[in-house]
T-cell receptor, first 113, second 115 residues
Framework: AQSVTQPDIHITVSEGASLELRCNYS??????LFWYVQSPGQGLQLLLK????DTLVQGIKGFEAEFKRSQSSFNLRKPSVHWSDAAEYFC???????????WGAGTKLIIKP | NAGVMQNPRHLVRRRGQEARLRCSPM?????VYWYRQLPEEGLKFMVY????????ESGMPKERFSAEFPKEGPSILRIQQVVRGDSAAYFC?????????????FGPGTRLLVL
């Protein structure tokens, strides 16, 4: 069955430190991969997406993600986090065979001053 | 340029009542997706609609739930005879065209609480 796993429910990092949020997926076809961010009480905003081509994808707000087919992973990274990055981050996977996105359970990012 | 609008933002219903959730897509968007988010969980796809058509409703519960996207007006997600398990956040997203290559723009959600 198709699935997305975000192993970390919470992650705490210091402001200015680097960040990596993990995402592993199980999908039979060629995956479309997405990272979204959700601020408290708000909807979701797309950070970046991967369909094909260069496996290192640049997104908004200084985020990037790398698709590693051999590891079925699409980890999100940022070299230096800001207090405003505190939010919940969701990884999602889909494919061109349907209209559905399969979502991970999310990782809550906490920033220490 | 207004984004995706959802109303109400918060909705309280007693068991057995009906809940109607509205979603107005971004201007120029004719495709709408509805998702449900239970506490501490990710989003679950419910239904995908174009104007006047349901394209994929495979994520909708078979009973009590229905959705529509009329030619004029917002998309409506309707839950009849609500139960406590329906308490969740319901999000809609819209796109200009179909297919997952199109970026989905999300509304702020409706938080439904069933007492």
């Amino acid at each position: 069955a198709q699935s997305v796993t975000q192993p970390d429910i919470h992650i705490t990092v210091s402001e200015g430190a680097s960040l990596e949020l993990r995402c592993n997926y199980s999908y039979g076809a060629t995956p479309y991969l997405f990272w979204y961010v959700q601020s408290p009480g708000q909807g979701l905003q797309l950070l970046l997406k991967y369909f094909s081509g260069d496996t290192l994808v640049q997104g908004i707000k200084g985020f990037e993600a790398e698709f590693k087919r051999s590891q079925s992973s699409f980890n999100l990274r940022k070299p230096s986090v800001h207090w405003s990055d505190a939010a919940e981050y969701f990884c999602a996977v889909g494919g061109d065979s349907n209209y559905q996105l399969i979502w991970g359970a999310g990782t809550k990012l906490i920033i220490k001053p | 340029n207004a984004g995706v609008m959802q109303n109400p933002r918060h909705l309280v219903r007693r068991r057995g009542q009906e809940a109607r959730l509205r979603c107005s897509p971004m201007k120029g968007h004719s495709h709408v997706y509805w998702y449900r988010q239970l506490p501490e969980e990710g989003l679950k796809f419910m239904v995908y609609l174009q104007k006047e058509n349901i394209i994929d409703e495979s994520g909708m519960p078979k009973e009590r739930f229905s959705a529509e996207f009329p030619k004029e007006g917002p998309s409506i997600l309707r839950i009849q005879q609500v139960v406590r398990g329906d308490s969740a956040a319901y999000f809609c997203a819209s796109t200009t065209r179909g297919g997952l290559q199109e970026t989905q723009y999300f509304g702020p959600g409706t938080r439904l609480l069933v007492l």
